[in-house]
């Protein structure tokens, strides 16, 4: 069955590459957005509420 | 005034374009898909018409919803939130009007090409190619002035609602342009490169990921902008925003082949397919509560708040649709599932629930904003509420109860191993009920919208006469970056590296899905290579494709016991080789038809065709009695063959320049069958009913002579 399965899995390296490439990016936003401080996180959420004078 | 302030001001001109177009085309989507709807529960309403058929007015239809009706949805709130969160007035006010004139050309273009029956019978890419290449000339329009709104900015950082836009547009981008690679045979018929299973999995890269990046990212970026907005506070948590936003444009793109389970697809990217689609669930979640969330403190909105109402129902039905999808993708739910009308209802739940409710919010909130005046009526929008959801609901739950039935009749086996359903019609009649109360959920939902209609024409008509842009004043930007910052603060400040890096996340996800199934040679085995389609059968098959026949059958018998008593041999990869472009479908309305070839005599589909019903009692499928008066074009058989052979097609060059001559030579074989059998009709070998028959006959049959 698995033997089946992999039979006309062909290009191996080529899903290897891309899983890892995937993981990596991953685990690297991870680490960044959890090292950046709460002050940020705040001024952005507030972005949509920056308005300008006479803004409706 | 300040030396370190600029006056500028907004284009809203073109947000309210956008807006009005959204609602006239909205109105045309809804009464499309209630027409469709009616006609599957009552089939006299195909109207013998050919240019208002199911097979044409389907794709007509979601055409409509997606492009059309959402398409404009989104131009509108993207360009409303961007001027706003980056401070800028659009970059071009022309490039603003060529975008929006240009995309309602494009859907009036649609709007008569698909009822004429020009159709690449692509999902959600039928448009023919010269469609093909205006839509991506306006795209590039509209991202010119997105990115060159970008480069002016006067805010330095970009809010998560912009990531969303830009994945967006570049992802839409690629996606359209990869899977409309097509070689036109006439001014409005064209062939695809991709055949067979390329063509398979190119199209399901793409109408996974049409959804996905159409309906999803800019849906969020709404979402991230107008939820905060109309609840009055900044994003549950931001933190998760830009987690949920990394995550989903990595992985909803390797998720495609979840439509293709059990198919002739290499098992590997079936279960690559399945994998990522479970991984989905995470991101689409966390979407969703940080969505809900949003309105900590302040629930006591949700009962007196239309807007809030539609905000809240819309995110609910997007987690609701994102964990359904996963589900779904789970290959032993996916057997009783694929090709039953539980797809179409989940479908619904996320297009009238979350596409739809969320931009009904939007325009609310929109309308009276732009035009400087006040809803003319909250109660109307209340009652338009209730009549959307409890059209939602009984949408939903018809369909997934009909989809069920389906799956576990076409399924159902007895003690002696034969089906206990073997007749198909049966299992279409036992549904037909809950097509009516599917088309009542429609009614209400429609009602609703022309609630909002009359709601929104009122409230214009108490609108300021003369209206003015007001003038705003910023500080001019200053981007030199202070010493203290992060380099990720940089890089989001960056519209282009961060563009060029959505666009890594979403390529490598592709390359890796489609590059190994583009070398299609290392799957065909040698032995089991079918012959191409003789002239006259393949004018027979872009017959079917004009008709949409599609919309109703597949073409792919899948690897279960069910399906192989019911169909006979799961279709091989060998079988489609020669398809340009693919018919293996996505719905059984109709039986699957990969082995009729041979199954009845001529004289059946000649009945079948005309009438149905008069072979078999109680089907829904609709006349098609304009195929016995319309004639088979045979002089453009020769360029049909030729663009075939130069897409590599193994067809002679005696086979070229005989083609006609071929094909009414096969007619005529056919008419003198059906003449035995006392068919009178004069000059029946012109017609193309004969030509339908002949590719009809030859599906499952074109496995090489030895």
Request: glycine content about 6%.
């Amino acid at each position: 069955m698995k033997q089946e399965a992999l039979l006309y899995f062909t290009d191996t390296w080529l899903t290897l590459l891309g899983l890892v490439l995937f993981f990596s990016f991953f685990i690297i936003m991870l680490i960044r957005v959890y090292s950046l401080k709460k002050e940020y996180f705040e001024m952005m959420s507030k972005l949509p509420f920056k308005e300008l004078e006479d803004e409706r | 005034m300040n030396q370190n302030y600029e006056y500028f001001s907004y284009d809203d001109d073109i947000v309210k374009k956008f807006l009005l177009a959204t609602m006239i085309w909205a109105g045309a989507a809804f009464l499309f898909g209630l027409l469709a709807a009616l006609q599957l529960a009552y089939w006299p309403l195909n109207l013998n018409s050919e240019y208002l058929t199911f097979g044409r007015l389907r794709p007509l239809h979601t055409n409509a919803a997606i492009f059309a009706f959402a398409g404009n949805a989104i131009f509108a709130g993207i360009y409303y939130s961007t001027q706003r969160l980056l401070k800028a007035r659009l970059f071009s006010d022309l490039l603003g009007r060529i975008h929006f004139w240009g995309w309602q050309l494009i859907i009036v273009a649609a709007a008569i090409t698909l009822p004429l029956g020009y159709s690449q019978s692509k999902e959600y890419a039928e448009l023919e190619w010269p469609i093909d290449i205006a839509i991506t000339l306006v795209w590039v329009v509209f991202a010119i002035n997105f990115f060159g709104t970008i480069k002016k900015r006067r805010e330095k950082h970009m809010y998560v609602a912009i990531w969303f836009y830009i994945a967006t547009i570049i992802t839409v981008a690629v996606l359209h342009i990869v899977n409309s690679i097509e070689l036109p045979v006439t001014f409005l018929k064209s062939y695809p490169v991709y055949a067979g299973i390329q063509d398979a999995l190119v199209q399901w890269w793409y109408g996974h990921n049409a959804v996905a990046f159409f309906l999803t990212t800019p849906f969020l970026g709404l979402m991230y902008y107008f939820m905060p907005k109309i609840a009055d506070r900044p994003v549950y948590s931001y933190r998760l925003s830009i987690i949920h936003f990394w995550s989903l444009v990595f992985i909803y793109i390797w998720a495609g082949p979840h439509h293709l389970l059990y198919t002739a697809l290499p098992d590997w990217a079936q279960t690559l397919g399945m994998i990522f689609s479970l991984m989905l669930w995470a991101p689409s979640w966390g979407g969703m509560i940080n969505g809900l969330l949003t309105l900590r403190g302040a629930w006591h909105l949700l009962r007196t708040d239309p807007l809030v109402k539609f905000m809240v129902a819309a995110i609910t039905f997007y987690g609701m649709a994102t964990f359904e999808g996963p589900l779904l993708s789970i290959k032993s739910v996916s057997a009783v599932g694929h090709y039953t009308d539980w797809i179409i209802g989940h479908v619904h739940s996320g297009a009238l629930g979350w596409n739809g409710f969320l931009s009904f919010a939007m325009i609310y909130y929109l309308v009276p904003k732009l035009w400087s005046t006040k809803l003319y009526s909250l109660k109307l929008a209340t009652t338009h509420f209730w009549l959307g959801l409890v059209g939602i609901l009984l949408y939903y739950i018809s369909m997934v109860s009909a989809g069920i039935t389906q799956g576990l009749m076409w399924h159902a086996v007895n003690e002696n191993g034969k089906l206990v359903y073997p007749d198909f019609v049966e299992t279409v009649t036992r549904i037909v009920p809950l097509y009516w109360v599917r088309a009542l959920g429609g009614v209400l939902y429609l009602a609703g919208f022309i609630l909002m209609a009359y709601n929104i024409w009122k409230t214009l008509k108490t609108a300021p006469k003369d209206q003015k842009e007001p003038t705003y004043a910023a500080l001019k930007p200053n981007f030199e970056s202070s010493s203290g910052e992060t380099t990720h603060k940089k890089l989001e400040g960056m519209g282009l590296v961060f563009s060029v890096l959505s666009f890594i996340a979403i390529a490598v996800g592709s390359i890796v899905e489609i590059i190994p199934t583009l070398s299609l040679h290392k799957y065909v085995e040698p032995a089991r290579v079918t012959d191409p389609y003789s002239a006259l059968e393949l004018a027979g098959r872009d017959i079917y494709i004009r008709e949409g026949c599609y919309t109703c059958h597949s073409q792919m018998i899948r690897k279960l016991s069910a399906e192989v008593l019911r169909y006979g041999p799961a279709s091989t990869i060998e079988e489609s080789m020669w398809d340009r472009p693919f018919q293996w479908g996505s719905k059984r309305t109709g039986p699957d038809l990969a082995r009729s070839g041979g199954k009845y005599p001529n004289l059946w589909h000649y009945r079948h065709m005309m009438d149905p019903r008069s072979t078999t009692p109680g089907s829904i499928m609709p006349n098609y009695p304009w195929l016995y008066t319309k004639k088979t074009d045979y002089l453009v058989l020769r360029k049909k063959l030729s663009v075939m052979q130069s897409l590599g097609v193994p067809y002679t060059d005696e086979q070229l320049a005989q083609a006609d001559l071929d094909a009414q030579k096969q007619a005529m074989s056919i008419v003198e069958d059906l003449k035995q059998n006392g068919v009178e009709d004069p000059k029946l070998e012109e017609k193309e009913i004969v030509a339908l028959i002949a590719y009809l006959q030859a599906m499952g049959k074109k496995e090489r002579a030895e």
